[in-house]
């Protein structure tokens, strides 16, 4: 019975795994069977406003809860608002202060996919199913959010190459394991993601709503 047990974890984690690789892709595969209809392309723009202001707060909320850190909130406005004062600083600074900010943003949620991949990594140990569901949900939107900001400005290749590197990242940190998600608390971590948290919500409500706009007008 108890290797029954053991066995039924760890397919429970394999599952839990699998479908955290290939929920970002759902997400890119959603907002193209979506975005080719005209009602739809709002439909996506609105939902992307909704659902990365909620991402952040999942994201951010319970460790300044939990560690009783409100000032994360402010690193998260930090994140927001240092990007805008450089543009206002120099006009001429904005493309690449918008192109900074992406790389930024995606640089942070590559390694928050890398620790998730450490701790859903297959083994025998089991997993909490509403850890491994909010894993797994998240990660839909995440892949949409990546694509609507990328896809515009980059292209198809680029865009496919971040949504993609962050399936790369959750296999590298399966890969290492334990270790990498060791060093997640403690060590400043909630910080650097915090700030990333903020530079999201800057590149979708300034660069996202500015290119999907003169998107939406030359479509039009």
């Given at each position: 019975?108890p290797?029954?047990r053991?066995?039924s974890?760890a397919?429970e984690?394999?599952t839990?795994?699998?479908a955290?690789?290939?929920?970002p892709?759902?997400?890119?595969?959603?907002?193209r069977?979506?975005?080719?209809?005209d009602?739809?392309?709002?439909l996506?723009d609105?939902?992307?406003?909704v659902a990365?202001p909620?991402?952040v707060?999942?994201q951010v909320l319970?460790?300044?809860?939990?560690?009783?850190a409100?000032w994360?909130?402010?690193v998260?406005a930090?994140?927001?608002l240092?990007?805008?004062?450089?543009e206002?600083?120099?006009r001429?600074?904005?493309d690449?202060?918008?192109?900074?900010?992406?790389?930024v943003s995606?640089?942070?949620?590559?390694v928050?996919?890398?620790?998730?991949g450490?701790?859903?990594?297959p083994?025998v140990?089991p997993?909490?199913p509403?850890f491994?569901?909010?894993?797994?949900?998240h990660r839909?939107?995440?892949?949409?959010?990546?694509?609507w900001l990328?896809?515009p400005?980059?292209g198809?290749?680029?865009?496919a190459?971040?949504?993609?590197?962050?399936?790369l990242?959750?296999?590298?940190?399966a890969?290492?394991?334990g270790e990498?998600?060791?060093?997640?608390h403690g060590?400043?971590f909630?910080y650097?993601?915090?700030?990333?948290a903020?530079?999201?919500l800057?590149?979708?409500?300034h660069?996202?709503?500015h290119d999907h706009?003169h998107?939406?007008d030359h479509?039009?």
């Amino acid at each position: 019975m108890p290797h029954f047990r053991a066995f039924s974890d760890a397919n429970e984690r394999v599952t839990y795994f699998a479908a955290a690789l290939a929920s970002p892709i759902l997400g890119v595969l959603l907002y193209r069977s979506l975005h080719g209809r005209d009602r739809a392309v709002r439909l996506v723009d609105g939902f992307v406003y909704v659902a990365v202001p909620v991402l952040v707060a999942i994201q951010v909320l319970p460790e300044a809860i939990e560690d009783r850190a409100p000032w994360l909130l402010l690193v998260v406005a930090a994140g927001a608002l240092v990007p805008t004062a450089f543009e206002r600083a120099s006009r001429s600074l904005a493309d690449y202060t918008d192109n900074l900010t992406i790389l930024v943003s995606l640089s942070g949620l590559i390694v928050h996919a890398g620790l998730e991949g450490a701790l859903l990594a297959p083994g025998v140990s089991p997993i909490d199913p509403a850890f491994g569901w909010a894993v797994v949900l998240h990660r839909i939107p995440l892949g949409l959010v990546i694509w609507w900001l990328v896809r515009p400005r980059h292209g198809t290749a680029l865009a496919a190459a971040a949504v993609g590197s962050l399936v790369l990242a959750t296999l590298v940190g399966a890969f290492v394991g334990g270790e990498l998600s060791g060093h997640s608390h403690g060590s400043g971590f909630e910080y650097l993601e915090a700030f990333v948290a903020g530079t999201l919500l800057h590149v979708v409500f300034h660069q996202g709503r500015h290119d999907h706009t003169h998107g939406h007008d030359h479509v039009h």
